[in-house]
Nanobody, 112 residues
Framework: QLQLVESGGGLVQPGGTLRLSCLASGSTSDYYNIGWFRQAPGKEREKVAC????????HYGDSVKGRFTISRDNARNTVYLQMNSLNPEDTAVYYC?????WGQGTQVTVSS
């Protein structure tokens, strides 16, 4: 069992920044891929960023490349998503995912 808890969401103005955190507990391991996904109202869930444990390679969704950064602190069992230059299209519920486990999500709203 693996539990994932996201935090850090909120309301931010266009051009602003947020940092999301995903705390893993339970059967944690350094050796699993972990990533962030998001789902906006009326849209399908999409991949935002994923970090592969095998080679530490990182993959970003096209819409966030150059603006978002995923990182991992194994000592804290935490994965971060640094989000810069936010725009209203980034408004969504952001979910953390590892293996087949999902967190409950954290709302990010970008609005003036």
């Amino acid at each position: 069992q693996l539990q994932l808890v996201e935090s850090g969401g909120g309301l931010v103005q266009p051009g602003g920044t947020l940092r999301l955190s995903c705390l893993a507990s339970g059967s944690t391991s350094d050796y699993y891929n972990i990533g962030w996904f998001r789902q906006a109202p009326g849209k399908e869930r999409e991949k935002v960023a994923c970090l592969a444990s095998l080679d530490n390679s990182i993959h970003y969704g096209d819409s966030v490349k150059g603006r978002f950064t995923i990182s991992r602190d194994n000592a804290r069992n935490t994965v971060y998503l640094q989000m810069n230059s936010l725009n209203p299209e980034d408004t969504a519920v952001y979910y953390c995912n590892a293996v087949h486990y999902w967190g409950q999500g954290t709302q990010v709203t970008v609005s003036s």
